[in-house]
């Protein structure tokens, strides 16, 4: 079946602009996570949807960013106001279960998308 | 604060040669996963352990995961220029999941 799939895969925007990234998750999977890479570095974990609970935003870097995540399944991460530390990549992933249920928290990761911010 | 260390950060190996990454945490993980990374693509699973002591094989590759369930192994035997690339344990915890910094391998033919 297909995978995680995340839109757009390369963004270049002007300091200061909005930016919204997609995340489509593998169908079925219940959690939804965003994380922040910046090149060469680990994962930094962002903020994580189990079903249509409201998730913990404690995570994210500022206010400037937020996600939100429809019916159970697509999310959106916007970034207002983007600054040049925003740019990194930006990696979404999904899992059956949640976190702590074993084997069932495997995570999926997408391509991520590729934001650059000038 | 780093939840998950791994170690070493960095590993340049000649092709042929044995190496070990180490995970370690003070914490206690339901399950641990490995992922590994190549330059321009998301991470991808290469196995989870669940049970304390678990020792899984993938070809040339042992996971272990200790028996107190907070660390774990990933040995590479042979190893080859294709097992280059950032290798990343990871575990959850209630409503977050952590990831270790990576180890960086580069195996030279």
């Known amino acids: 079946g297909a995978g995680v799939s995340q839109s757009p895969s390369n963004k270049v925007t002007e300091k200061g602009k909005d930016v919204e990234l997609r995340c489509d998750p593998i169908?079925?999977?219940?959690?939804l996570y965003w994380y922040r890479q910046s090149l060469g570095q680990g994962l930094e974990f962002l903020i994580y949807?189990?079903?249509?609970?409201?998730?913990?935003k404690s995570g994210l870097p500022s206010d400037r960013f937020s996600a939100e995540r429809t019916g159970g399944s697509v999310s959106t991460l916007t970034i207002q106001r983007t600054q040049q530390e925003d740019s990194a990549v930006y990696l979404c992933?999904?899992?059956?279960?949640?976190?702590?249920?074993?084997?069932?928290?495997?995570?999926?990761f997408g391509p991520g998308t590729r934001l650059l911010v000038l | 604060t780093q939840l998950l260390e791994q170690s070493p950060q960095f590993l340049s190996i000649q092709e042929g040669e044995n190496l070990t990454v180490y995970c370690n945490s003070s914490?206690?993980?339901?399950?641990l996963q490995w992922y590994r990374q190549e330059p321009g693509e998301g991470p991808v699973l290469l196995v989870t352990?669940?049970?304390?002591?678990e020792v899984k094989k993938l070809k040339r590759l042992t996971f272990q995961f200790g028996d107190a369930r907070k660390d774990s192994s990933l040995h590479i035997t042979a190893a080859q220029p294709g097992d280059t690339g950032l290798y990343l344990c990871?575990?959850?915890?209630?409503?977050?999941?952590?990831f270790g910094s990576g180890t960086k391998l580069n195996v030279k033919p």
């Open positions: 992933a999904s899992s059956f279960g949640a976190p702590g249920t074993g084997g069932q928290e495997t995570q999926y």
């Open positions: 169908s079925g999977h219940t959690a």
């Open positions: 949807f189990q079903g249509n609970s409201a998730p913990d």
């Open positions: 914490s206690v993980f339901s399950s």
């Open positions: 352990v669940v049970t304390g002591g």
């Open positions: 990871a575990g959850g915890d209630f409503n977050k999941f952590y």
